[in-house]
């Protein structure tokens, strides 16, 4: 199994749509938690930081479930502009040394 | 300045070559990272440098050498590469180790022939 699992994709939805991406983690010792976004050919860029109480960034919604072990973002209102490759990230131990990537999961959104 | 600087942003060498590749900020970042990124893959991780100390190397082969001349600058030393080393080289920094977002430049794409 591996570590950070990421729904697969691509995800193909219409512009104006409600979308959700779940992320699992196996290592019960993690103890931070992040979603970034990649564009085709470019780096990774850091979306929202996963807090327990969960988070919302506009039109982004972030939540954690220590118990169950994911991650969730919910992108509502979708935009062209929301096309890329999401990264869930997992950061294991107080160090932050191991961190871990998830596969990535591609979102296209279509006018 | 809120930038991870890295160049050059592509590069072709040959596998007898000696090249660099450099990465600076000026966040005020006390860890950089070097990761390696195929098509279609997540970033892996090399090497983590803390405070321009080397505290975790994954297990990277020798002809990829790390640097930390100071606190703003990171370099990854190339030499004898094969071709199956092609991908792009990112560069990230973070406030620390603890439990902070990265920031990434923008990455060199490395052609090995």
């Known amino acids: 199994r591996k570590e950070v699992e990421q729904d697969p994709g691509p995800f193909n939805v219409p512009e104006g749509a409600t979308v959700a991406f779940n992320c699992t983690y196996s290592?019960?010792?993690?103890?931070?938690f992040f979603w970034y976004r990649q564009d085709c050919r470019k780096e990774p860029k850091l979306l929202m930081s996963?807090?327990?109480s969960g988070n919302e960034d506009g039109r982004f919604t972030a939540q954690l479930n220590r118990a169950s072990q994911y991650i969730s973002l919910l992108i509502r209102d979708s935009k062209l502009s929301d096309s890329a490759t999401y990264l869930c990230?997992?950061?294991?131990?107080?160090?932050?040394?191991?961190?871990?990537f998830g596969a990535g999961t591609r979102l296209f959104v279509k006018a | 300045d809120t930038e991870v600087t890295q160049t050059p942003k592509h590069l072709v060498m040959g596998m007898t070559n000696k090249k660099s590749l450099k990465c600076e900020q000026h966040?005020?970042?006390?860890?950089m990272y070097w990761y390696k990124q195929k098509a279609k893959k997540p970033p892996e991780l090399m090497f983590v440098?803390?405070?321009?100390?080397?505290?975790i190397n994954e297990s990277v082969p020798s002809r990829f050498s790390p640097e930390c001349p100071n606190s703003s600058l990171l370099n990854l030393h190339l030499h004898a590469l094969q071709p199956e080393d092609s991908a792009l080289y990112l560069c990230?920094?973070?406030?620390?180790?603890?439990?902070?977002?990265?920031?990434f430049g923008s990455g060199t794409r490395l052609t090995v022939v």
């Open positions: 990230a920094s973070s406030q620390d180790l603890g439990n902070y977002g990265y920031t």
């Open positions: 290592n019960s010792a993690s103890q931070s």
């Open positions: 996963v807090y327990s």
């Open positions: 990230v997992v950061r294991v131990g107080t160090g932050g040394f191991k961190t871990i």
């Open positions: 966040m005020g970042h006390r860890a």
């Open positions: 440098y803390s405070y321009e100390k080397l505290s």
